[in-house]
């Protein structure tokens, strides 16, 4: 009986923790302003360098455009992840992490979201310029667009928080990330290529939506496992 | 004593490749559409299900790793010699797999590869292992082997996809002949050929498996008498 307000309270202790280190996260990037701009102009590259190589002609476009902006994403969100931990390492800001109560998983919700907003920020900057380079309408119901991308986003952001605190230790970590999150990311980036590409085309192949069902679970799985393992990754030495 | 063992264990486990050889190749009917190329499946699926296994071995002992860092750090390194063996030799029964298939397709199909739901979920499988490989090699120390093993855990959670992808999904890979529903299943010595066959190299894989975790465990040996050593000297 005593339990349930005492259980109450660690969660609001706990919430209040991960909001105090995302608070700080936020606070960082709104004074410097790194991970955002290097991440845009980036991705704004990747995707005037596909519609340089592959010609986006009306109908074409609509096949490959879902894939063009989740691998622009990809690769921009992959130089601003690194930046997250790398930040840390300094002055061992990670050391004083450690030992702040929440434990390992606050720590890593709470990058996680951060990175979460940056991402979606620069694909809502995004979106409008590639609409306009790749000619595109939406031939399918264009408002699960809304559903599909942030579900895809969250599977980046969070393997790609969880990869990249795994690689800052080791030698040349840039190099480790992309190596290591690119085939964990895979399947979801497969399903949301084809959802996007359902949405776009029309072309009513999925009638049960099973690559959204299948991208949420992914999240779920994946969020729940790296949750579970990241105080192994933080105190591995 | 273990000498003595050694020499008809190794005798025994080429006598049933052997066999499984004389199976595959000479017993088994000739398949009636496709022909002799059939043969190829006496060594694709079979290194497709053992690679399942040992990936296996690889995730229970990366399991451990993790459970006994703290608290057993002799077990944990023995644990780290097993998961390294595992997906050493799960990796390369996993390459066999991807190199027999397109052989098979290539005349069955007429292409080599298609990206159907089973091809695609074989390929992360063995770019996410080969990934845990390099990341072995990218860190080193106690440290490694347990971003390993966390890595490890993750590589695990695509062999159930994969396993499935066949099931869900209507691919353009044939659909399982083991466990695959009421219409699948197989003439009986087309499963004795494929029996044999998975065994002998099961067999052989486990003593592959068992090799590497010697080398691995006398390496550790090693670096453990080098770092007394240099303790030592200090």
Redesign the interface.
């Known amino acids: 009986m005593m339990d349930q307000p005492l259980q109450t309270s660690s969660n609001a202790r706990w919430a209040a923790l991960v909001w105090a280190h995302l608070r700080k996260d936020m606070r960082i990037e709104w004074r410097s302003r790194e991970a955002i701009n290097s991440m845009l102009f980036f991705a704004l590259l990747v995707v005037v360098l596909f519609s340089m190589a592959f010609d986006p002609t009306l109908d074409a476009s609509r096949e490959i455009a879902g894939g063009v902006l989740c691998v622009a994403t990809l690769f921009a969100s992959v130089s601003a992840l690194n930046q997250a931990w790398a930040r840390e390492i300094r002055h061992q800001v990670l050391d004083a992490l450690r030992m702040t109560p929440g434990g390992g998983a606050a720590i890593f919700l709470a990058k996680v979201l951060t990175n979460f907003c940056f991402v979606t920020l620069v694909q809502c900057v995004l979106a409008p310029i590639f609409f306009i380079f790749y000619n595109l309408h939406p031939l399918g119901d264009a408002r699960l667009l809304a559903l599909v991308i942030p579900l895809g986003t969250w599977a980046l952001v969070s393997n790609g928080t969880f990869f990249a605190a ?2 800052i ?4 970590r840039e190099l ?1 990330l992309p ?2 999150l ?3 990311f ?2 979801a980036l ?1 399903a949301m290529v084809l959802a996007v590409k359902t949405i776009l085309t029309g072309d009513n192949s999925d009638p049960d939506q099973l690559w959204i069902k299948m991208l949420a679970c992914y999240d779920i ?2 969020t729940t ?1 790296s949750l579970l ?1 990241f105080d ?2 933080l ?3 | 004593m273990k000498k003595l063992l050694i020499f008809p264990a190794v005798l025994g486990i080429l006598a049933l490749m052997a066999w499984g050889f004389y199976q595959a190749i000479y017993i088994a009917p000739t398949e009636a559409t496709m022909g002799e190329v059939q043969r190829i499946f006496y060594y694709h699926v079979p290194h497709g299900i053992l690679c399942y296994l040992f990936f296996s071995i690889n995730f229970v002992a990366s399991m451990l790793v993790l459970a006994w860092r703290r608290s057993n750090p002799a077990k944990s390194l023995a644990a780290d010699a097993w998961a390294l063996a595992g997906a050493e030799v799960g990796t390369l029964y996993c390459t066999i797999n991807l190199v027999t298939g397109p052989l098979w397709a290539r005349p069955v199909w007429g292409i080599w590869w298609t990206w159907d739901a089973r091809l695609t979920t074989s390929l992360i499988l063995w770019l996410i292992y080969v990934s845990y490989l390099l990341v072995r090699r990218f860190a080193a120390g106690s440290e490694m082997q347990a971003l390993a093993a966390v890595l490890a855990v993750f590589g695990a959670l695509d062999m159930p996809i994969n396993y499935l992808a066949n099931r869900i999904w209507r691919t353009q890979h044939p659909s399982p002949v083991i466990g695959g529903g009421p219409e699948s299943g197989m003439a009986p010595p087309i499963a004795a050929a494929l029996g044999w066959n998975v065994l002998a190299w099961a067999v052989w894989g486990l003593a592959v498996l068992a090799i590497r975790i010697h080398l691995e465990r006398r390496q550790q040996a090693i670096d453990n008498a080098e770092a007394v050593a240099a303790l030592a000297a200090d």
């Open positions: 795994l690689s230790r080791s030698r040349n480790l190596l290591v690119f085939p964990i895979l399947p497969l799985i994946f496992v393992l192994t990754v105190e591995a030495e």
